[in-house]
């Protein structure tokens, strides 16, 4: 780690000791890199290429005629992106959906405003994890003898780094 030192007036060390007391954080040096780290992932100058994790939430009308039919159709099309799917029903014609996909920045951002666009879609949200795939690839031997599958592992990274122009 690095140490860097800055300085800040009363009125936003007094809102950064209040963020520290509502978030839990331990000290100053955890609220700030907790809001630093989230800044940076509000970029909007993320190169469209970037290799990311999504996840998208929003409210769905499943009494909006052939919704449900077309939004599990289109996690069907995608099925090599889509990670993790969790539908959550909130009242008798109401769920939260919540999907966790793979990509790159500008297929997951557009999926998830192709779906947000939907009648009867509502509150969406999506946040882009920023990773990396590690280029050395691996097997592990199964407790059970059996041999495994060579693989690499998705890495996350602090952030989507530099961009160049």
Known sequence: MQRVTITL????????????????????????????????????????????????????????????????????????????????PLDHTTSLEIEVTRGTVDSVTRAAEAQFLERGVAHGALALIPVGEDAARHSHEHSHGAPGHEHSHIRVQAGFGPVEG
């Open 9 to 88: 007036t009363e009125d936003l060390a007094t809102e950064l000791d209040l963020f520290m007391a509502k978030s839990g954080a331990g000290n100053r040096s955890e609220a700030i890199r907790d809001l630093v780290r989230r800044a940076l992932l509000t970029r909007t100058d993320v190169p469209a290429e970037a290799p990311c994790l999504a996840v998208m939430s929003c409210t769905v009308d499943q009494g909006v005629r052939n919704l449900g039919a077309r939004l599990a159709q289109r996690r069907l099309d995608t099925h090599d992106h889509t990670l993790a799917t969790l539908s959550v």
